[in-house]
């Protein structure tokens, strides 16, 4: 099974600020023969579910703010708030789905500093 | 714009059968996987189980010899069972659609793009 480790547990970034949040897959979740990385990014706000924001480590859904972007590829990834709003005060978690199971990283948590 | 409505008992004394249902409104049943994911008080995301269309299911293998997922097409429902509950299934348990993709030997995976808004299992005497 892949396993998702995700870095730091917990992050602290003032408003405005760029806030990045890093996901590391213990092998690749790149497939060559579509080059594509099977790699989503969620964002969970306290009692609420998960929400999705990224696919394809790089595809923003739609209604997803522009502020957020993915990047990475392989086995090395991240998510990136340009400019941190109050309402970007969550959970996010990373989710591989190359393989099955799907697995999910231990989460980051964002807060204002 | 789907919608995934849940419900099921929230308070369940150790050894009871967790029983919980999922309706899909607003949007096709067919072309998707249908998924339960958990999360445990305080901690990360668990993939519990699929199923799709066709009721074709997977399991995690923690939870694989207790639990159960179905479907009812006619009613765009999907439901999971976990018999033999323990303090240890006690998390908020959420239905979600999976957009399916085409993968490696050809396998289809997928991503969740919409999520019900959970369900409180509580596991207490």
């Known amino acids: 099974d892949i396993v998702m480790t995700q870095s730091p547990d917990s992050l602290a970034v003032s408003l405005g600020e760029r806030a990045t949040i890093n996901c590391k897959s213990s092998?690749?979740?790149?497939?060559?023969?579509?080059?594509?990385?099977?790699l989503a990014w969620y964002q969970q706000k306290p009692g609420q579910p998960p929400k999705l924001l990224i696919y394809?480590?790089?595809i923003r859904e739609s209604g997803v703010p522009d502020r957020f972007s993915g990047s990475g590829s392989g086995t090395d990834f991240s998510l990136t708030i340009s400019s941190l709003q109050a309402e970007d005060v969550a959970v996010y978690y990373c989710?591989?789905?190359?393989?099955?199971?799907?697995?999910f990283g231990q989460g980051t948590k964002l807060e204002i500093k | 714009q789907v919608q995934l409505q849940q419900w099921g008992a929230g308070l369940l004394k150790p050894s009871e059968t967790l029983s919980l249902t999922c309706a899909v409104y607003?949007?096709?049943?067919?072309?998707?996987?249908w998924t339960w994911i958990r999360q445990p008080p305080g901690k990360g995301l668990e993939w519990a189980g699929e199923?799709?269309?066709?009721?074709?299911?997977n399991y995690n293998p923690s939870l694989k010899s207790r639990v159960t997922i179905s479907v009812d097409t006619s009613k765009n429902q999907f439901s999971l069972k976990l018999t033999s509950v323990t303090a240890a299934d006690t998390a908020v348990y959420y239905c979600?659609?999976?957009?399916?993709?085409?993968?490696?030997?050809?396998?289809?995976?997928?991503?969740?793009?919409?999520w019900g808004k959970g369900t409180t299992v509580t596991v207490s005497s």
């Open positions: 979600a659609r999976g957009r399916m993709v085409r993968g490696v030997l050809g396998h289809y995976y997928y991503y969740m793009d919409v």
């Open positions: 607003g949007g096709s049943f067919s072309g998707y996987y």
């Open positions: 199923i799709n269309d066709s009721g074709s299911t």
């Open positions: 092998q690749s979740v790149l497939y060559s023969s579509n080059n594509k990385n099977y």
């Open positions: 394809w480590a790089s």
């Open positions: 989710q591989q789905y190359y393989s099955a199971p799907c697995s």
